[in-house]
């Protein structure tokens, strides 16, 4: 069992930037594809952005041209670096297997990102 950890969340200003982490228990991220997600109150889990075993990402497109994933195979973490950020990026982040797998990981608490007008 791959257990997560997020963290790097916090409360910024609308245009502001927070880079996110999500460290495996064990060397995962050369092996799967994974995704970041959010869960913003009422409402359901959305996918943000996902990166491929190759390295080809993809974003939602609320969030393309502002947000980069990225991952340190070595360090066992993925990131997620965010640009230009808006009150509607608030929510609970995680990170977990890209959409489209079999089954998901545990998911982690995730990391709570809020942002002020």
């Known amino acids: 069992q791959v257990q997560l950890r997020e963290s790097g969340g916090g409360l910024v200003q609308a245009g502001g930037s927070l880079r996110l982490s999500c460290e495996a228990s064990r060397s995962i991220f050369s092996i799967y594809a994974t995704a970041w997600y959010r869960q913003a109150p009422g409402k359901q889990r959305e996918l943000v952005a996902r990166?491929?075993?190759?390295?080809?990402?993809n974003y939602a497109d609320s969030v393309k041209g502002r947000f980069t994933i990225s991952r340190d195979n070595a360090k066992n973490t993925m990131y997620l670096q965010m640009n230009s950020l808006k009150p509607e990026d608030t929510a609970v982040y995680y990170c977990?297997?890209?959409?489209?797998?079999?089954?998901?990981?545990?998911w982690g608490q995730g990391t709570q990102v809020t942002v002020s007008s």
């Open positions: 977990n297997k890209s959409p489209g797998t079999s089954y998901y990981w545990a």
């Open positions: 990166v491929s075993i190759d390295g080809i990402t």
